[in-house]
């Protein structure tokens, strides 16, 4: 049948028939959730908290500097004192747990260019050093001096310095987190009432590192230590830890 003869009520019908599938496809296909709230303002602060104790053992770093002709004879005359100074050490009380060696160096030593001398500098070897270090733990502090004293007589001729910290920090650092976020709060709290607003819940809380790069979180001071002698003042001191971090406050509008 031409086209031009196609009855009118077909063409109603079969547009109906399109627009009625179209409809049923666009209801079929997903909408968008509806827009949200506005998201709440917020507020930033930081907060630090910081604790003080005394410290409970100390570190020292002993060690033996020997020089000789050879490396044998120079590893043996080093070996001799700090088998001395350990067993100084064990008639002391300190367990073998608290005593590690640190650093154990043998080098080869030249000979020097002599000064004004046009001769050339050929360099060859005329002795051998060896440098033997331990790590001693201490804890009583108020051994500190004999303990020095005795090793000292044995032979150690090296003393490097002296480490006072607290052997386990963690209630202490977790105070000077809960002084940290007090602090926080209270800063937010006096900023979100001058501002005219309700402070809301912490959105993100962010704890910075205030450790010292070589250890922790651990109490730690250093004093390097000349040679003892008997009854040689050692004040521990105190220690401080401190905790420092960073907070988003949401604040509430009031109605």
């Known amino acids: 049948m031409p086209w031009g003869t196609v009855p009118l009520a077909l063409l109603v019908s079969l547009c109906a028939f399109l627009a009625t599938g179209a409809a049923q496809v666009e209801d079929s296909m997903p909408k968008p959730p509806p827009p949200g709230p506005p998201p709440r303002p917020t507020i930033s602060v930081s907060g630090h908290g910081e604790i003080s104790t005394r410290p409970d053992i100390v570190e020292i770093t002993l060690g033996v500097h020997t ?7 120079a590893a043996r005359q080093n070996g001799e004192v700090m088998n001395r100074i350990l067993s100084v050490c ?3 009380g300190i367990a073998e747990k608290d005593v590690q060696t640190a650093r154990l160096n043998v080098s080869p030593q030249y000979n020097q260019p002599t000064p004004g001398s046009n001769a050339e500098y050929i360099p060859r070897v005329v002795g051998y050093t060896v440098d033997n270090q331990v790590r001693v733990i201490l804890r ?3 051994s500190i001096a004999e303990v020095l004293d005795a090793v000292m ?8 310095g002296i480490a006072f910290r607290v052997e386990q920090p963690e209630k202490l650092s977790d105070e000077a987190r ?3 976020m007090a602090d926080a709060k209270r800063k ?7 501002a005219g607003v309700i402070l809301g ?5 962010v704890e910075h590192d205030d450790r010292p790069i070589m250890g922790g979180p651990m109490f730690r001071t250093n004093a390097m230590m000349a040679a003892p002698a ?4 050692v004040a521990p001191g105190e220690e401080k830890l401190s905790v420092s971090v960073s907070v988003v406050y949401e604040l509430v509008i009031p109605k």
């Open 67 to 73: 020089r000789a002709d050879t490396a044998l004879v």
């Open 140 to 142: 009583k502090l108020d």
């Open 90 to 92: 064990k008639e002391r």
């Open 188 to 194: 937010a709290t006096i900023l979100a009432g001058e």
């Open 178 to 180: 809960k002084r940290a």
């Open 153 to 160: 007589n044995a032979g150690a001729n090296q003393v490097s």
């Open 230 to 233: 008997p009854a040689l003042p």
């Open 201 to 205: 819940h912490p959105r993100s809380i």
